[in-house]
């Protein structure tokens, strides 16, 4: 069973920085993609940013340009995902969640983390 581990959430303030970091544990292979989401109270959960298995990266508008994305593949490190944030803004407070999704011999996958709090003060 794959299991994704959240860290590096906190309190920052408005322009400040913080790095998530997503280690995936017990997959044997390398996953396809793998990405992150935020949910902040009262809203729907989106997407911030992900990031495919050959390095492609695809960002919300709403962060481009503050956030990066980031993957290590290697052995000592396959599958973690990294999300650089900086000039963070009261609006990116939310819970964020690593998700990683692909398929297997043609049978796919959509592994969720349980989420990680970033909060961002004014």
């Known amino acids: 069973q794959v299991q994704l581990v959240e860290s590096g959430g906190g309190l920052v303030q408005a322009g400040g920085s913080l790095r998530l970091s997503c280690a995936a544990s017990?997959?044997?292979?390398?996953?396809?993609?793998m990405g992150w989401y935020r949910q902040a109270p009262g809203k729907q959960r989106e997407l911030v940013a992900h990031?495919?298995?050959?390095?492609?990266?695809?960002?919300?508008d709403s962060v481009k340009g503050r956030f990066t994305i980031s993957r290590d593949n290697n052995a000592k490190a396959k599958n973690t995902v990294y999300l650089q944030m900086s000039s963070l803004k009261p609006e990116d407070t939310a819970v964020y969640y690593c998700?990683?999704?692909?398929?297997?011999?043609?049978?796919?996958?959509?592994?969720w983390g349980q989420g990680t709090q970033v909060t961002v003060s004014s």
């Open positions: 990031i495919t298995r050959g390095g492609s990266t695809n960002y919300a």
């Open positions: 998700n990683a999704v692909g398929s297997v011999a043609v049978l796919p996958y959509n592994y």
């Open positions: 017990g997959s044997l292979f390398i996953l396809d993609t």
